[in-house]
């Protein structure tokens, strides 16, 4: 028996069912179709490329729902009730479906007859049942969520679109429930699937209420569940919950490319840099801002907001969206064509403020933890850009550092002729256009010129003499990486350096690159490469972790210490490289090994990415602070990192809090320099 008996209907119930649908699918089509249009106002991005592997990852990711179970913890169980919601409502979609098919007369009735037909209808009802079930198990854990143990990540969030679309969904689910169970009893039908539609007609056959009057009841929640139905065709594109239809493609077009790498500017070609407006910002950019969820997992990870900074990357994400279906809407509607922004709201500065722009510390912690694949960095880079090249603002701090680069190669304002200092009576070799080396070592600036590094790259050297590696160094012919730049928004001077320093690279002969920074190590390996610069690049735990492997390196002393390891950004979420230090550590005699709470991919940052070793923390609290305290919950008596920037601001929080006596902080060089042969 179909939900609805059409012997019941008529002419009249036909084109009034059609009617509706015709009409809320026009509305639907009308808004979809806008929002394409504005999509076409962003830059081309290629990002139909391995078309296949796109399609195959969007079905897996969501089907499975991993890009919402990814993130449960003991603390938070959200990605569970999601994935409820998301099968329960697919095994509902899929009865829809099936309904307006038999309700059509090309349904399942027209093949299946009899006994086949009431088989049919038991095992479909019972799923749906079943969904039934999973999806208001689930409105209800989001009710509880939202409304009392609310998380610190859903604060600030919208409440009152949540309600509707909560209440309207669990309607719907006893609705379905209400449909089955009262139009079994109004056609005396006695079974035992599905199990709740069932129980609820048998209960109803016990009361006495006329077969009339049941099925007028069972008719009615027929109608009004289509009415919401429909109603949720032509709510959703027009909602926060756009999501729903934009986390698919969103998925599908995720960068496959390398995590740490920007887009490059093609400077000569390019009439602007950066982004002021959203039709700077490419069509990816902007499919971003219809798929974010508002979740919060973003805003729940971000060391600028946690530390009592202007920036949230779901605000930002939010104030983008609403800028862009506010001005561009009304833009697209009165004459296609038409600037998005007026006059009176500027992208930069009405609807993102510069303070916001500059508390970024482009560590991807938002984008590792975003179930539906957005790109906040990049977004937020390309307005460092616009600021930088095209009105020349930026935090003063950073105005000596720029001209450092640009006048001597190095933030520091050493000069090249000095790059030699560090290294006087190691015997290290300048690097030689005639000769062939198996390592070209790459300090960069912090571990040329930083006094505190300087120990750590003679250690280094000394293990590398230690163990036969042959290597030397560019010295005066190594200008700075350009990373910091970069990631301030001066594409033009990281460009400038990436010219001069492939121009150098590629006079020697080396196998590889080996790095002390994990800055370094991003630019060089991930980032040079799309300007000619193909090079294999080692950070020297990845080396040091394989000659330990292969026994060629041996911690034969005892280190007596609880050291407690932190992942560097760049060097971890960025680049993936979690094991290595570790290994590292867990091979050395006498040494205890902490973790923080939050590590690996989850790590929080140490505060001076994104130019932020070179900046004044105003607002707030210091991020490193943060970090160390986190540190602290676990004892240890050492801080341990593999990054000149973090070690640099974890010494200056351990000082400034007070902890000089309790904990101090160590390189991973010179934790193994106590213990090897």
Sequence with gaps: MPPVSATHWGLLGYVIFWGLFAI???????????????????????????????????????????????SVTRKDFAGIGHAFMFYGFCLLVIGYIIDIGLLS????????????????????????????????????????????????????????EASVILTLVFALMILHVCIVGFGYAAYNVSASHPPIGAA???????????????LAIHQGAWWLHYVVILGFMYYIPRSKHLHILASFPNAA?????????????????????????????????????????????????????????????????????????????????????VPLSNPGKAMIGDV???????????????????????????????????LVQMEAKFPEEVIPVFRNIEVYGDTFGMG??????????????????????????????????????????????????????????????????????????????????????IEALNRFNFKYIL???????????????????????????????RLFDEKKI?????????????????????????EPPRNILKGIKGLDLLEFGRYQENSFCCGAGGGHKWMHEAAGTRVSDIRVEEAMEEAPDTICTTCPYCLEMFEDSVRTLGLEDKIKTLDLIEVMSHAIK
């Design 253 to 337: 077009f995720k960068n496959f490319g390398l995590k740490g790498a920007l887009k490059p500017i093609d400077l000569e070609q390019a009439e602007t840099f950066g982004a002021s407006k959203l039709q700077d910002f490419t069509w990816k950019q902007l499919l971003d801002l219809y798929a974010c969820t508002w979740c919060g997992r973003c805003h729940a990870v971000c060391p600028a907001h946690l530390s009592g900074k202007p920036l949230s990357p779901r605000e930002l994400i939010i104030n983008l969206n609403g800028h862009l279906l506010d001005e561009g809407l009304r833009g697209l509607e009165a004459r296609s064509g």
């Design 554 to 578: 041996e911690f034969v002393y005892p280190v007596g210490a609880k050291v407690i390891y932190h992942d560097p950004c760049y060097l971890g979420r960025v680049s993936e490289i979690y």
């Design 416 to 501: 090249q002729s000095s790059r030699l200092e560090w290294a006087h009576g190691l015997g290290v070799e300048e690097a030689s256009e005639k000769v062939q080396y198996e390592a070209l070592l790459w300090l960069g600036c912090e571990d040329t010129f930083n006094e505190r590094r300087m120990q750590d790259s003679r250690t280094l050297v000394k293990i590398l003499q230690k163990v036969g590696i042959k290597f030397a160094i560019l010295g005066r012919n190594e200008a700075c990486c350009g990373d910091l730049a970069r990631r301030m928004g001066n594409e033009y001077l990281f460009q400038e350096m990436v010219s001069k320093n």
């Design 352 to 386: 993102i403020t510069e303070d916001e722009i500059w508390a970024c510390t482009t560590c991807l912690a938002c984008q590792e933890v975003c179930s539906v694949y957005n790109e906040h960095i990049d977004k937020i880079v390309d307005m460092r850009r616009h």
């Design 105 to 160: 007369g090309f349904g399942l009735s027209t093949v299946l007859t009899g006994s086949g037909f009431e088989a049919f209808e038991a095992v479909y009802h019972s799923i749906l049942d079943i969904a039934a079930v999973l999806v208001a198990i689930a409105v209800i854990w989001a009710a509880i969520r939202r409304y009392i143990i609310k998380p610190e990540r859903l604060k600030g969030e919208a409440t009152a």
């Design 24 to 70: 809320a699918f026009g509305l639907f089509a009308q808004r979809a179709f806008l929002l394409f249009r504005l999509l076409r106002l962003g830059k081309g991005e290629n990002r139909f490329n391995n078309i296949g592997r796109r399609a195959i990852y969007m079905l897996v990711v969501t089907l499975s729902q991993w890009c919402n179970l990814r």
């Design 515 to 545: 790095t002390m920074c994990p800055h370094c190590y991003n630019a060089l390996k991930n980032e040079y490469k799309h300007f000619g610069g193909e090079y294999e690049v080692l950070h020297y735990t990845e080396l040091f972790g």
């Design 200 to 214: 609820l007609a048998k209960f109803l056959m016990g009361t006495g209420i006329s077969s009339a009057t049941l």
